[in-house]
Protein backbone atom coordinates (compact mmCIF):
# COMPACT_ATOMS: atom_id res chain seq x y z
CA UNK A 1 0.00 0.00 0.00
CA UNK A 2 3.07 2.52 0.70
CA UNK A 3 4.51 1.71 -2.30
CA UNK A 4 1.49 2.01 -4.21
CA UNK A 5 0.72 5.70 -2.70
CA UNK A 6 4.55 6.95 -2.90
CA UNK A 7 3.84 5.82 -6.83
CA UNK A 8 0.80 8.18 -7.32
CA UNK A 9 2.69 10.92 -5.52
CA UNK A 10 5.42 11.02 -7.46
CA UNK A 11 3.33 11.16 -10.56
CA UNK A 12 0.55 13.54 -9.75
CA UNK A 13 -2.07 14.21 -12.83
CA UNK A 14 -4.66 17.01 -12.68
CA UNK A 15 -8.65 16.77 -12.81
CA UNK A 16 -9.61 15.03 -16.39
CA UNK A 17 -5.75 14.48 -17.19
CA UNK A 18 -5.42 11.27 -14.71
CA UNK A 19 -4.63 9.16 -17.72
CA UNK A 20 -0.78 7.34 -16.25
CA UNK A 21 -2.96 7.38 -13.13
CA UNK A 22 -6.19 5.24 -14.82
CA UNK A 23 -3.71 2.91 -16.28
CA UNK A 24 -2.20 2.03 -13.30
CA UNK A 25 -4.85 1.30 -11.41
CA UNK A 26 -6.76 -0.89 -14.39
CA UNK A 27 -3.86 -2.65 -14.36
CA UNK A 28 -3.57 -3.63 -10.92
CA UNK A 29 -7.30 -4.38 -11.05
CA UNK A 30 -7.40 -6.59 -13.75
CA UNK A 31 -4.75 -8.58 -12.13
CA UNK A 32 -7.73 -9.17 -9.27
CA UNK A 33 -10.75 -10.23 -11.77
CA UNK A 34 -12.94 -7.47 -11.58
CA UNK A 35 -15.20 -6.23 -14.50
CA UNK A 36 -13.57 -2.78 -15.33
CA UNK A 37 -14.53 -0.39 -17.14
CA UNK A 38 -12.71 2.51 -18.53
CA UNK A 39 -11.84 4.84 -21.11
CA UNK A 40 -14.03 6.48 -23.09
CA UNK A 41 -17.11 4.08 -22.05
CA UNK A 42 -16.54 4.59 -18.52
CA UNK A 43 -18.51 8.18 -18.58
CA UNK A 44 -19.59 8.46 -22.45
CA UNK A 45 -21.31 11.36 -23.85
CA UNK A 46 -22.11 13.28 -20.95
CA UNK A 47 -21.10 16.64 -20.10
CA UNK A 48 -17.19 17.48 -18.67
CA UNK A 49 -16.76 20.58 -16.86
CA UNK A 50 -13.76 22.28 -16.39
CA UNK A 51 -12.20 20.87 -19.37
CA UNK A 52 -8.56 22.68 -20.00
CA UNK A 53 -8.83 25.32 -22.46
CA UNK A 54 -6.22 23.19 -24.80
CA UNK A 55 -7.23 19.74 -23.84
CA UNK A 56 -4.04 17.07 -23.79
CA UNK A 57 -5.02 13.33 -25.67
CA UNK A 58 -7.05 11.28 -23.62
CA UNK A 59 -7.88 14.52 -21.25
CA UNK A 60 -11.54 13.55 -20.17
CA UNK A 61 -11.71 9.73 -20.22
CA UNK A 62 -9.81 9.45 -16.90
CA UNK A 63 -11.01 7.07 -13.91
CA UNK A 64 -12.54 3.79 -13.96
CA UNK A 65 -15.13 1.54 -11.90
CA UNK A 66 -14.57 -1.86 -11.02
CA UNK A 67 -17.30 -4.81 -11.02
CA UNK A 68 -18.27 -7.94 -8.97
CA UNK A 69 -21.57 -8.89 -9.31
CA UNK A 70 -21.67 -12.51 -6.70
CA UNK A 71 -24.67 -13.59 -8.80
CA UNK A 72 -26.60 -13.68 -5.27
CA UNK A 73 -29.84 -11.26 -4.52
CA UNK A 74 -28.48 -8.56 -2.53
CA UNK A 75 -27.50 -4.88 -2.53
CA UNK A 76 -25.81 -2.90 -4.94
CA UNK A 77 -22.66 -1.23 -2.66
CA UNK A 78 -20.52 1.42 -4.14
CA UNK A 79 -16.87 2.54 -2.44
CA UNK A 80 -15.67 5.78 -3.94
CA UNK A 81 -12.24 7.39 -3.59
CA UNK A 82 -10.98 9.72 -5.78
CA UNK A 83 -7.24 10.28 -7.71
CA UNK A 84 -6.79 13.05 -8.80
CA UNK A 85 -3.84 16.28 -7.81
CA UNK A 86 -3.60 19.89 -7.37
CA UNK A 87 -1.79 22.17 -9.07
CA UNK A 88 0.78 23.20 -6.41
CA UNK A 89 4.34 23.50 -6.33
CA UNK A 90 5.69 20.87 -3.97
CA UNK A 91 8.08 21.54 -1.01
CA UNK A 92 11.54 20.37 -1.12
CA UNK A 93 14.02 20.35 2.04
CA UNK A 94 13.16 18.25 5.19
CA UNK A 95 9.61 17.35 3.12
CA UNK A 96 9.32 13.79 3.77
CA UNK A 97 8.32 12.91 0.28
CA UNK A 98 11.30 14.85 -0.75
CA UNK A 99 13.84 13.39 1.52
CA UNK A 100 12.31 9.98 1.40
CA UNK A 101 12.91 10.10 -3.20
CA UNK A 102 8.87 10.27 -3.83
CA UNK A 103 8.19 13.82 -4.47
CA UNK A 104 6.32 14.93 -7.45
CA UNK A 105 8.11 14.38 -10.51
CA UNK A 106 5.95 16.96 -12.35
CA UNK A 107 6.49 20.72 -11.43
CA UNK A 108 3.84 22.54 -10.33
CA UNK A 109 1.36 18.95 -9.62
CA UNK A 110 1.21 17.82 -6.59
CA UNK A 111 -0.98 15.36 -4.59
CA UNK A 112 -1.81 17.56 -1.71
CA UNK A 113 -4.85 16.55 -0.12
CA UNK A 114 -4.47 12.79 0.19
CA UNK A 115 -5.81 11.02 -3.22
CA UNK A 116 -2.83 9.29 -3.47
CA UNK A 117 -3.39 7.91 -0.62
CA UNK A 118 -7.34 6.82 -1.35
CA UNK A 119 -6.29 5.57 -4.52
CA UNK A 120 -3.47 3.27 -2.69
CA UNK A 121 -6.46 2.11 -0.47
CA UNK A 122 -8.99 1.83 -2.78
CA UNK A 123 -6.75 -1.14 -4.97
CA UNK A 124 -6.25 -2.57 -1.04
CA UNK A 125 -9.73 -3.36 -0.58
CA UNK A 126 -10.03 -4.62 -4.21
CA UNK A 127 -7.08 -7.03 -2.82
CA UNK A 128 -8.75 -7.48 0.19
CA UNK A 129 -11.98 -8.71 -1.12
CA UNK A 130 -12.15 -10.07 -3.70
CA UNK A 131 -11.95 -13.68 -2.30
CA UNK A 132 -14.57 -12.61 0.49
CA UNK A 133 -17.28 -11.88 -2.17
CA UNK A 134 -17.53 -15.89 -3.13
CA UNK A 135 -19.85 -16.12 -0.33
CA UNK A 136 -21.41 -12.64 -0.47
CA UNK A 137 -24.58 -10.97 -1.51
CA UNK A 138 -25.56 -8.54 -4.50
CA UNK A 139 -22.92 -6.59 -6.31
CA UNK A 140 -19.55 -4.39 -5.75
CA UNK A 141 -18.76 -1.39 -7.46
CA UNK A 142 -14.97 -0.06 -6.55
CA UNK A 143 -15.29 3.70 -7.89
CA UNK A 144 -11.86 5.81 -9.09
CA UNK A 145 -13.05 8.99 -9.61
CA UNK A 146 -11.66 11.74 -11.31
CA UNK A 147 -11.61 15.11 -11.17
CA UNK A 148 -12.77 15.72 -7.50
CA UNK A 149 -10.96 18.95 -7.52
CA UNK A 150 -13.46 22.02 -8.37
CA UNK A 151 -16.42 19.62 -8.10
CA UNK A 152 -16.44 18.33 -11.65
CA UNK A 153 -15.86 14.48 -11.57
CA UNK A 154 -18.62 13.38 -9.44
CA UNK A 155 -21.81 14.85 -11.50
CA UNK A 156 -20.10 13.63 -14.30
CA UNK A 157 -19.75 10.26 -13.22
CA UNK A 158 -23.62 10.07 -11.87
CA UNK A 159 -24.96 11.66 -15.33
CA UNK A 160 -23.36 8.82 -16.48
CA UNK A 161 -25.63 6.51 -14.18
CA UNK A 162 -23.23 4.92 -12.57
CA UNK A 163 -25.13 5.57 -9.27
CA UNK A 164 -28.69 4.06 -10.56
CA UNK A 165 -28.38 1.09 -9.21
CA UNK A 166 -26.43 1.61 -5.99
CA UNK A 167 -28.11 0.75 -2.98
CA UNK A 168 -25.63 1.64 -0.56
CA UNK A 169 -22.58 4.49 -1.30
CA UNK A 170 -19.56 4.81 0.76
CA UNK A 171 -16.68 7.20 0.33
CA UNK A 172 -13.69 8.56 2.44
CA UNK A 173 -11.24 10.66 3.26
CA UNK A 174 -7.69 11.18 5.40
CA UNK A 175 -6.85 13.87 7.30
CA UNK A 176 -8.82 17.29 7.75
CA UNK A 177 -7.90 17.55 11.19
CA UNK A 178 -8.60 13.93 12.22
CA UNK A 179 -5.60 12.59 14.37
CA UNK A 180 -4.14 9.27 13.74
CA UNK A 181 -6.07 6.18 14.70
CA UNK A 182 -8.95 8.22 15.10
CA UNK A 183 -12.20 8.31 12.65
CA UNK A 184 -15.47 10.11 12.53
CA UNK A 185 -18.41 8.89 10.77
CA UNK A 186 -20.97 11.36 11.92
CA UNK A 187 -19.76 13.96 9.83
CA UNK A 188 -22.08 17.08 9.13
CA UNK A 189 -21.52 20.34 7.63
CA UNK A 190 -19.92 18.89 3.70
CA UNK A 191 -20.87 22.25 1.91
CA UNK A 192 -22.33 22.83 -1.43
CA UNK A 193 -20.16 24.13 -3.88
CA UNK A 194 -20.15 26.18 -7.19
CA UNK A 195 -18.12 27.68 -9.19
CA UNK A 196 -18.16 30.05 -12.40
CA UNK A 197 -15.43 31.76 -14.96
CA UNK A 198 -16.31 34.53 -16.16
CA UNK A 199 -15.45 36.36 -19.70
CA UNK A 200 -15.66 39.97 -19.79
CA UNK A 201 -15.56 42.07 -23.05
CA UNK A 202 -15.15 45.39 -23.98
CA UNK A 203 -13.53 47.97 -26.58
CA UNK A 204 -9.32 48.97 -26.32
CA UNK A 205 -8.70 52.71 -27.03
CA UNK A 206 -5.73 54.68 -25.81
CA UNK A 207 -5.60 55.33 -21.89
CA UNK A 208 -4.40 59.06 -22.59
CA UNK A 209 -5.87 60.53 -26.01
CA UNK A 210 -9.39 58.65 -25.85
CA UNK A 211 -10.17 56.72 -23.03
CA UNK A 212 -13.98 57.56 -23.06
CA UNK A 213 -13.88 55.42 -26.32
CA UNK A 214 -13.41 52.42 -24.59
CA UNK A 215 -15.14 50.25 -22.66
CA UNK A 216 -13.05 48.66 -19.32
CA UNK A 217 -13.21 45.15 -19.09
CA UNK A 218 -10.58 45.32 -16.27
CA UNK A 219 -12.82 47.97 -14.27
CA UNK A 220 -15.83 46.03 -14.85
CA UNK A 221 -13.81 43.01 -13.52
CA UNK A 222 -12.54 44.40 -10.76
CA UNK A 223 -16.09 46.08 -9.65
CA UNK A 224 -17.69 42.64 -10.13
CA UNK A 225 -14.56 41.28 -7.63
CA UNK A 226 -15.57 43.31 -4.84
CA UNK A 227 -19.72 43.10 -5.11
CA UNK A 228 -19.78 39.59 -5.22
CA UNK A 229 -17.50 39.50 -1.77
CA UNK A 230 -20.23 41.62 -0.30
CA UNK A 231 -23.52 39.01 -1.37
CA UNK A 232 -21.91 36.57 0.70
CA UNK A 233 -22.51 38.10 3.95
CA UNK A 234 -25.52 36.19 5.57
CA UNK A 235 -26.34 34.73 9.06
CA UNK A 236 -27.29 31.20 6.60
CA UNK A 237 -24.82 28.53 7.57
CA UNK A 238 -21.45 27.93 5.50
CA UNK A 239 -21.92 30.73 3.75
CA UNK A 240 -18.39 31.59 1.63
CA UNK A 241 -17.22 33.54 -1.51
CA UNK A 242 -14.25 33.86 -3.18
CA UNK A 243 -12.84 35.29 -6.01
CA UNK A 244 -9.54 33.36 -6.62
CA UNK A 245 -8.51 34.45 -10.08
CA UNK A 246 -8.51 37.95 -12.17
CA UNK A 247 -6.70 38.86 -14.99
CA UNK A 248 -7.07 41.21 -17.72
CA UNK A 249 -5.23 44.01 -20.00
CA UNK A 250 -2.00 43.67 -22.18
CA UNK A 251 0.07 47.02 -21.56
CA UNK A 252 -0.56 50.26 -19.39
CA UNK A 253 -1.74 52.67 -21.80
CA UNK A 254 -4.29 50.81 -23.39
CA UNK A 255 -7.46 50.57 -21.69
CA UNK A 256 -7.67 47.04 -21.01
CA UNK A 257 -10.37 44.83 -23.83
CA UNK A 258 -11.00 41.70 -21.91
CA UNK A 259 -10.65 40.15 -18.34
CA UNK A 260 -11.64 36.69 -16.89
CA UNK A 261 -11.99 35.82 -13.30
CA UNK A 262 -12.88 32.84 -11.46
CA UNK A 263 -15.54 32.80 -8.40
CA UNK A 264 -16.66 30.38 -6.01
CA UNK A 265 -19.05 30.22 -3.62
CA UNK A 266 -20.06 27.50 -0.79
CA UNK A 267 -23.53 27.23 1.78
CA UNK A 268 -24.30 24.05 3.70
CA UNK A 269 -27.55 24.12 2.62
CA UNK A 270 -27.76 23.53 -1.19
CA UNK A 271 -31.27 25.50 -1.29
CA UNK A 272 -29.12 28.48 0.11
CA UNK A 273 -26.17 27.85 -2.23
CA UNK A 274 -28.71 28.02 -4.92
CA UNK A 275 -30.26 31.34 -3.80
CA UNK A 276 -26.92 32.75 -3.80
CA UNK A 277 -25.77 31.46 -6.92
CA UNK A 278 -29.16 32.99 -8.24
CA UNK A 279 -27.90 36.93 -6.98
CA UNK A 280 -24.37 36.55 -7.68
CA UNK A 281 -25.17 35.62 -11.66
CA UNK A 282 -27.48 38.51 -11.56
CA UNK A 283 -25.28 41.14 -9.93
CA UNK A 284 -22.42 40.12 -12.61
CA UNK A 285 -24.71 40.44 -15.74
CA UNK A 286 -25.65 43.61 -14.55
CA UNK A 287 -22.09 45.02 -13.79
CA UNK A 288 -21.14 44.32 -17.18
CA UNK A 289 -24.07 45.87 -18.59
CA UNK A 290 -23.27 49.17 -16.45
CA UNK A 291 -19.58 48.85 -17.89
CA UNK A 292 -21.01 48.46 -21.44
CA UNK A 293 -18.81 45.32 -21.45
CA UNK A 294 -20.17 41.78 -22.90
CA UNK A 295 -20.53 38.75 -20.28
CA UNK A 296 -20.90 35.07 -20.32
CA UNK A 297 -20.61 32.86 -16.75
CA UNK A 298 -19.58 29.17 -17.61
CA UNK A 299 -20.07 27.26 -14.82
CA UNK A 300 -16.81 25.08 -14.10
CA UNK A 301 -17.78 22.54 -11.07
CA UNK A 302 -20.02 21.95 -8.13
CA UNK A 303 -21.59 20.00 -5.25
CA UNK A 304 -24.17 18.96 -3.12
CA UNK A 305 -24.18 19.76 0.40
CA UNK A 306 -24.07 16.33 2.44
CA UNK A 307 -24.22 15.48 5.80
CA UNK A 308 -24.28 11.88 7.27
CA UNK A 309 -27.63 10.04 8.43
CA UNK A 310 -27.54 8.57 12.01
CA UNK A 311 -27.70 5.40 10.70
CA UNK A 312 -24.72 4.83 8.49
CA UNK A 313 -22.85 6.79 11.30
CA UNK A 314 -23.93 3.96 13.70
CA UNK A 315 -23.32 1.51 11.56
CA UNK A 316 -19.56 2.19 9.88
CA UNK A 317 -19.55 2.46 13.92
CA UNK A 318 -19.80 -0.81 14.62
CA UNK A 319 -18.18 -1.83 11.48
CA UNK A 320 -15.01 -0.21 13.18
CA UNK A 321 -15.69 -1.76 16.90
CA UNK A 322 -15.65 -5.12 14.79
CA UNK A 323 -12.54 -4.91 12.73
CA UNK A 324 -10.56 -2.75 15.43
CA UNK A 325 -10.01 -0.38 12.55
CA UNK A 326 -10.17 2.23 14.68
CA UNK A 327 -8.99 3.31 18.40
CA UNK A 328 -10.76 6.33 19.09
CA UNK A 329 -14.40 7.83 17.22
CA UNK A 330 -14.95 10.84 17.00
CA UNK A 331 -18.71 11.77 18.22
CA UNK A 332 -19.41 14.24 15.74
CA UNK A 333 -17.19 16.17 13.10
CA UNK A 334 -18.39 19.57 11.15
CA UNK A 335 -16.85 18.95 7.92
CA UNK A 336 -16.56 22.44 6.86
CA UNK A 337 -15.61 22.10 3.39
CA UNK A 338 -16.86 20.83 0.02
CA UNK A 339 -16.61 17.19 -1.22
CA UNK A 340 -17.42 15.85 -5.22
CA UNK A 341 -18.78 12.70 -3.47
CA UNK A 342 -21.64 14.40 -1.54
CA UNK A 343 -23.21 14.69 -5.41
CA UNK A 344 -22.91 11.33 -5.39
CA UNK A 345 -24.38 10.39 -2.08
CA UNK A 346 -27.18 12.53 -2.61
CA UNK A 347 -28.34 10.93 -6.11
CA UNK A 348 -28.27 7.41 -4.00
CA UNK A 349 -30.38 8.78 -1.27
CA UNK A 350 -32.54 10.60 -4.01
CA UNK A 351 -33.61 7.39 -5.04
CA UNK A 352 -34.10 5.69 -1.87
CA UNK A 353 -30.45 4.28 -1.17
CA UNK A 354 -28.15 4.95 1.56
CA UNK A 355 -25.22 7.40 1.57
CA UNK A 356 -22.24 8.11 3.82
CA UNK A 357 -18.73 10.13 3.86
CA UNK A 358 -16.39 9.13 6.67
CA UNK A 359 -13.24 11.02 7.85
CA UNK A 360 -10.02 8.50 8.53
CA UNK A 361 -7.69 10.14 10.94
CA UNK A 362 -4.06 10.68 9.78
CA UNK A 363 -1.74 13.18 11.28
CA UNK A 364 -0.62 16.00 8.92
CA UNK A 365 2.93 17.93 8.10
CA UNK A 366 0.72 20.43 7.20
CA UNK A 367 -2.76 21.51 6.18
CA UNK A 368 -4.29 20.45 2.76
CA UNK A 369 -3.98 22.03 -0.02
CA UNK A 370 -0.22 23.44 0.82
CA UNK A 371 3.10 22.71 -0.32
CA UNK A 372 4.19 21.16 2.70
CA UNK A 373 1.03 18.83 3.04
CA UNK A 374 2.03 14.92 3.74
CA UNK A 375 -0.04 12.49 5.82
CA UNK A 376 1.11 9.10 8.09
CA UNK A 377 0.94 6.47 6.34
CA UNK A 378 0.16 4.22 9.30
CA UNK A 379 -3.37 5.54 8.45
CA UNK A 380 -3.36 3.35 4.95
CA UNK A 381 -3.72 -0.04 6.15
CA UNK A 382 -6.45 0.84 8.98
CA UNK A 383 -8.37 2.64 6.35
CA UNK A 384 -8.20 -0.69 4.10
CA UNK A 385 -9.13 -2.66 7.19
CA UNK A 386 -12.18 -0.57 7.83
CA UNK A 387 -13.58 -0.08 4.51
CA UNK A 388 -13.09 -3.82 3.67
CA UNK A 389 -14.79 -4.84 6.49
CA UNK A 390 -18.17 -1.79 5.45
CA UNK A 391 -17.88 -4.14 1.98
CA UNK A 392 -18.06 -7.32 4.03
CA UNK A 393 -20.69 -6.16 6.79
CA UNK A 394 -23.06 -4.62 3.66
CA UNK A 395 -22.27 -7.74 1.03
CA UNK A 396 -23.19 -10.33 4.10
CA UNK A 397 -19.98 -11.81 3.34
CA UNK A 398 -20.47 -14.60 6.11
CA UNK A 399 -23.59 -16.02 3.97
CA UNK A 400 -23.07 -19.83 2.80
CA UNK A 401 -25.92 -21.00 0.69
CA UNK A 402 -27.65 -24.57 1.49
Known amino acids: MIADRRSFHANPELGWQE ?5 AIVKNLSRSGYEIVAGPAFLGDVERRGLSKDPIPGEGDTGCIAIYDTGRPGPTVCMRVDIDALPIKEATGNHAPAAQGFASRKPGVMHSCGHDGHAAIGLAVARIV ?3 LKGGRGKLKLLFQPAEEGGRGGRAVADAGWMDDVD ?3 AIHLGLGVPSDSAAFAVHGILANARYDVRL ?4 AHAGKSPEAGRNALLAACQISLGLHTLAQSSRPGMRLNVGLL ?3 TAVNIVPEEATLTFEMRAQETADLQALEARCKDFVEATARAHGVEVSLVPGGGADGYANPEEIAEWAQGVNTATGAFGTVLPDMFFGASEDA ?5 RVVARGGRGGIFVLGADLADDHHTPNFDFDEKALQKSALLCAGLIASAMDVDHVED
Open 19 to 23: IETTA
Open 130 to 132: KPL
Open 168 to 170: LFF
Open 201 to 204: KGRA
Open 247 to 249: NAG
Open 342 to 346: ATLAS
